[in-house]
């Protein structure tokens, strides 16, 4: 209770602090927004003016503004500033950040045979159930399993990472950078120990 | 005969003028909101590889929209359903027949006003085809069989009255202060000059109030944001929610006709339609005494393109507010409509009323 009268006296120091015209400064619409409290509208903001002209005002001077470089464009003048902050998608991906999560790779021996010892951590931390290892004995006493398979069915997938972060060998990375999984089909959403590997 | 062929030759010509600016305008719209947004907007259609900076999507547009299925809902009243977006755009277009683009020309000894239609009354006449093309909103809303359609339909009526009667009350200004509703007259009385022939008498610098009413009641004419409530996207979808294929494209272009119409109704009104500053029949005589010579055809066609030079500014200034503000709420629209416009310009007019009889 005593904390409400307390945000109500902060609120109306806020309030007696105005801009031109009586009207609350952005900022102060802010706070006063997060603290939802509302108030009646004064006389200027009823007539919806000012806010309209500075409404306008913005998107104008973004408009003058992004139409003076795309003109400059046109005659290869000042390419280092950008008229438009989008990037055109297929032919200009976006750089990616390093650590982002992309699709999935097995890393690989020296001998290009799979990292991966079966241990089956990842199979068994995965949240969607979307690795199906199955164990077969390596031929070297040192490393005992190797995966005879290893199915990772990417449509169900939910990029979590935490396979990656169980695995004690390194065995499974999520850097390939790809993004673009996109198939016709889900069975091709499935992708086998060769996939994983090589693609 | 040759007077019908001179006529038929400015009618066809300002249908097919504003047709193209009504189909340009959808590029504009796109591209303009893009920009004022920091995008780059349309320009994937191509022909040939030939972008045209996303120009041939609106050709796209008309193609997808020409060959998809035509439905009908069932249980809608099917004639009242076809019939309206044609009284939609038909009602957005014969407007222009009143609308003067530009001044007298004299071509061979004849004088040729460049209007499609000279009214006398022609004021009345755009305003009384206004208010039919809220029959397209309406017919649509109330035969679609559709509750959605029916609350937008409803929503437009109620729009359109309460808006409509601001909107007649903010010229009423000006009929007064010019004393006529013939547009062609009107454009005449508005090369006049006030203050020592420095100011040219435009509508908006006699009639301030009136050209602010008159944007926001023509604004909510044109069923565009901020008073899209008919359309409402993000609740109703609107009146036109049951139309397919070209007749849904049919109101989209009545919305685009409609802004030209009232970007045309305000330049003729409030800026002078035709008048170039200082542009006199015989040239320009400049306030500070300077004197350009001109005959008759240069002086008509700068009037021309003065005409939609402003129109243009117009159109951006639609397009600005209309992917600027957020749609009011409807009690808000209501309140807007109702409690403040039109106060406004009946008080506009009374005092308009005390002045020209003060003044004589
Ligand atoms: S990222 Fe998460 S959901 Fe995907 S395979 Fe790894 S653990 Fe399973
Ligand atoms: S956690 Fe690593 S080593 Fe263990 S099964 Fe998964 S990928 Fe193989």
Known sequence: ?199 | MSDILIKFILSAGTLFIMFNIAGLLTWVERKQSAVMQDRIGANRASILGFKAMGMFHALADVMKMLSKEEFIPEGANSFLFNLAPYLSVTFALVGFAAIPIGGELILNGHSIQLQAANLNIALIFIFAAMSMGVYGVVLAGFSSNNNYAFLGGMRGAAQMIAYEITMGAAIMGVIMVFNTLDLQALDVAQGAYMFGGWLPKWGVFVQPIAFFLFLTAATAETKRTPFDLPEGESEIIGYFVEYSGMKFGMFFLADLVETVLVAALMTTLFFGGWQVPYLHADGFYFPWGAHIAMTNLPVVILGVLSFFVKVAFFIWVLMAVRWTLPRFRYDQLMNLGWKILLPISLINIAVTAIVITLLG
């Open chain 1, 1 to 199: 209770m005593e904390n409400t009268e307390k945000r109500r006296q902060e609120l109306e120091k806020y309030f007696d602090a105005k801009g031109p015209f009586g009207l609350l400064r952005v900022s102060q619409m802010k706070r006063a927004w997060k603290q939802t409290n509302r108030r009646e509208l004064n006389f200027w903001e009823n007539t919806y003016l000012p806010m309209l002209f500075s409404g306008i005002y913005l998107t104008s001077k973004h408009f003058f503004y992004n139409v003076t470089f795309h003109i400059l464009h046109l005659f290869g003048l000042r390419k280092d500033i950008k008229g438009a902050v989008t990037y055109q998608y297929p032919e200009m991906p976006r750089p990616l950040a390093s650590r982002l999560r992309t699709r999935h790779r097995l890393t690989k021996r020296e001998d290009g045979s799979p990292r991966c010892v079966a241990c089956m951590m990842c199979e068994t931390v995965c949240p969607a159930r979307c690795i199906e290892i199955t164990a077969a004995e390596h031929p070297d006493p040192n490393i005992e399993k190797y995966p005879a398979e290893f199915i990772l069915d990417l449509g169900k997938c939910v990029y979590c990472g935490f396979c990656v972060e169980v695995c004690p060998e390194d065995a499974i990375r999520m850097d390939t950078g790809k993004l673009e999984i996109a198939e016709y089909s889900r069975e091709s959403m499935i992708y086998n120990k060769k996939r994983l590997m090589d693609e």
